[in-house]
């Protein structure tokens, strides 16, 4: 089992910045895939970004360059670093982690919500 714990939610303006926390703990190995999905009421989740314990990253491409995604793999943690960011990223955002390996070992938090507006 696999237990996530989101942060840093909040109200940002536009062109600002904002960074998300994400905490994971339980059952968690160097293979898994950790990331962030943004999801809008009634719609389905969206990828944003996703870390390998190697390093290795995938982005959306409508965030390359806006946002970055990290990983300490001794805490199970990962930061996502939102910048200049306009209204239309006003979401909620989850924390996944997954191992695309094994289809079962897949697991989201409630996720946090992030509102871009003056």
């Known amino acids: 089992q696999v237990q996530i714990v989101e942060s840093g939610g909040g109200l940002v303006q536009p062109g600002g910045s904002l960074t998300l926390h994400c905490a994971a703990s339980?059952?968690?190995?160097?293979?898994?895939?950790m990331g962030w999905y943004r999801q809008a009421p009634g719609s389905q989740r969206e990828l944003v970004a996703t870390?390998?314990?190697?390093?290795?990253?995938n982005y959306a491409d409508s965030v390359k360059g806006r946002f970055t995604i990290s990983r300490d793999n001794r805490k199970n943690k990962v930061d996502l670093e939102m910048t200049s960011l306009k209204p239309e990223y006003t979401d909620v955002y989850s924390c996944n982690v997954r191992n695309e390996l094994v289809v079962a070992y897949n697991y989201w938090g409630q996720g946090t919500k992030v509102t871009v507006s003056s």
């Open positions: 339980g059952r968690i190995f160097s293979t898994t895939i």
């Open positions: 870390v390998a314990g190697n390093g290795d990253t």
